[in-house]
Each structure stands twice: as C-alpha cells, then as structure tokens.
C-alpha cells in the first residue's frame, strides 16, 4: 500500500521495476514492430509482447497517480510525491527509460498535476528532481533531450518504447514499399536502423539485480484506480480555487 511505499527503499523499487520492465522488453520479437502489427487489428496477433509492453506506461502511470491521490492530507501527499520522485531517479540511474516515462505521465495526469499546494510544498532538491526528469522525457524536437541521453548510456537499459513507435510510424507512412515495381530499398534500411538499435538493447541484461518478494508480484500487477474517480478525490483534496491555509 502506499504508506509502505513512503517508509521502502526507492533504490529496491527501482530494481524490481527494472527487472519486470526489462523481461518484457526482451520478450518482444522483431516481426511484432513491422508493417505497424502493434495497431492493426489484422496484426496484432504477431505483436502481443509489444502491445502489453507499451500498456505497461500506461499502468505505471494510473499506479503512480493513485498513491499521490490515496491520501487525504497533503502533507502524506508530499511525503508520497517525495517518495515516487526519489523512486523516478534511481530508475534513472539504471538507465531504466520506460518506467521513467511511466512516472511522468502519471506525474503529468489532470487528478495529480492539478495538486498545485501538494507540489508547492515539495523540497528544493525533490523539485529539481522532478524538473529534470520532465525536460529529460519531455516530446520536443521529437523526444531531443531522451535521445541525447539514450545515445550516451552505458548498458544495461530500457530504452522508452514509445519513441521508436513513433520513428517506424513515420517510416511506414512517410514511404511507399516499392518504387517503379522494385522494393524500396531505403525504407527497409530505415526501419533496419531502428530494428539493430532496439535489439542491441535487448542483449545485455541486469544480471546483477535479485528478484525480491513479494514486492515484485506487487510491481507486475500495479493496481490502480481510473482516472474519473481519481480526479473525483482530487477535487475533494484540493477544491478549485483553494488557498493552501484550506488544505493544510
């Protein structure tokens, strides 16, 4: 529950999500990310790993927002926002990219991002944190700062996945398959170069890291609440228009 993710180990729940993160990712096989099998009904059957992967983002990010919005103080908010933000840097640090884009967007939902007393209240140093990882993952200039960063990584990572989604999305849409009766050479080696990077990754792994129970089993089922209610309790927490003096 979420007060023992207050008194837990942020470095222990990054590994334990690295390690969930990372199996599902090598788990992908390279014909679910061809002729965008991922969003076509006809295809989806050869992309399954890849689709519960991308869902995955999503989980993260409605688990993240259900802690902050399951306390009715703000003070136990700030205490929860602290911990998942310390939680955001060690995945961070293990280069762990799609977990991190899970914790923004959950950081970024309507019922969280509205909680502007719970946010106000947070530590200098827990600000800066949160700032960075959001010009990190931020979508500018086709994801620039995550590229950068991606590109200068030591292994083992996880890279975010959504971003190569993207990329062979405008491959497939940006090229035609063949070009005078001949196949389009240059659209294959384009979807290539993302295919070799993307299973470069793959190999090396966080041998390092120890499964632990029964925080694992926790982290791979990530219950959560949906995102009318949690909005519904985030009213009642901070009303619009409040002062902080209301909240306190």
Request: net charge neutral; aromatic share 10%; glycine share 4%.
């Amino acid at each position: 529950n979420s007060m023992s993710i207050v008194t837990a180990n942020e470095k222990t729940f990054a590994q334990q999500l690295t390690l969930i993160d990372f199996e599902m990712f090598k788990s992908i096989q390279p014909p679910s990310f061809l002729n965008l099998a991922w969003d076509k009904p006809k295809l989806k059957y050869r992309a399954l790993s890849l689709i519960r992967f991308i869902e995955r983002v999503n989980s993260i990010a409605y688990w993240v927002s259900t802690m902050i919005c399951s306390y009715e103080h703000i003070l136990d908010r700030v205490a929860i926002i602290s911990k998942l933000v310390s939680i955001a840097n060690e995945l961070l640090i293990l280069n762990n990219f799609q977990s991190l884009a899970g914790f923004v967007v959950g950081f970024s939902l309507a019922a969280v991002s509205r909680l502007k007393h719970s946010f106000s209240k947070l530590s200098k140093k827990t600000k800066k944190i949160l700032e960075n990882i959001n010009t990190l993952m931020n979508p500018t200039a086709s994801y620039k700062a995550y590229r950068g960063t991606l590109h200068n990584v030591s292994m083992p990572c996880v890279p975010y996945i959504g971003v190569y989604l993207s990329d062979l999305t405008f491959i497939e849409e940006g090229n035609v398959n063949e070009i005078n009766g001949f196949i389009n050479y240059n659209k294959n080696q384009l979807v290539y170069s993302v295919l070799k990077e993307i299973l470069l990754y793959q190999q090396t792994g966080y041998d390092s890291i120890k499964q632990t129970e029964p925080l694992h089993t926790f982290l791979e089922a990530l219950p959560s609440s949906d995102e009318k209610y949690l909005y519904s309790i985030s009213l009642l927490h901070e009303p619009r228009g409040c002062d902080i003096n209301d909240v306190l």
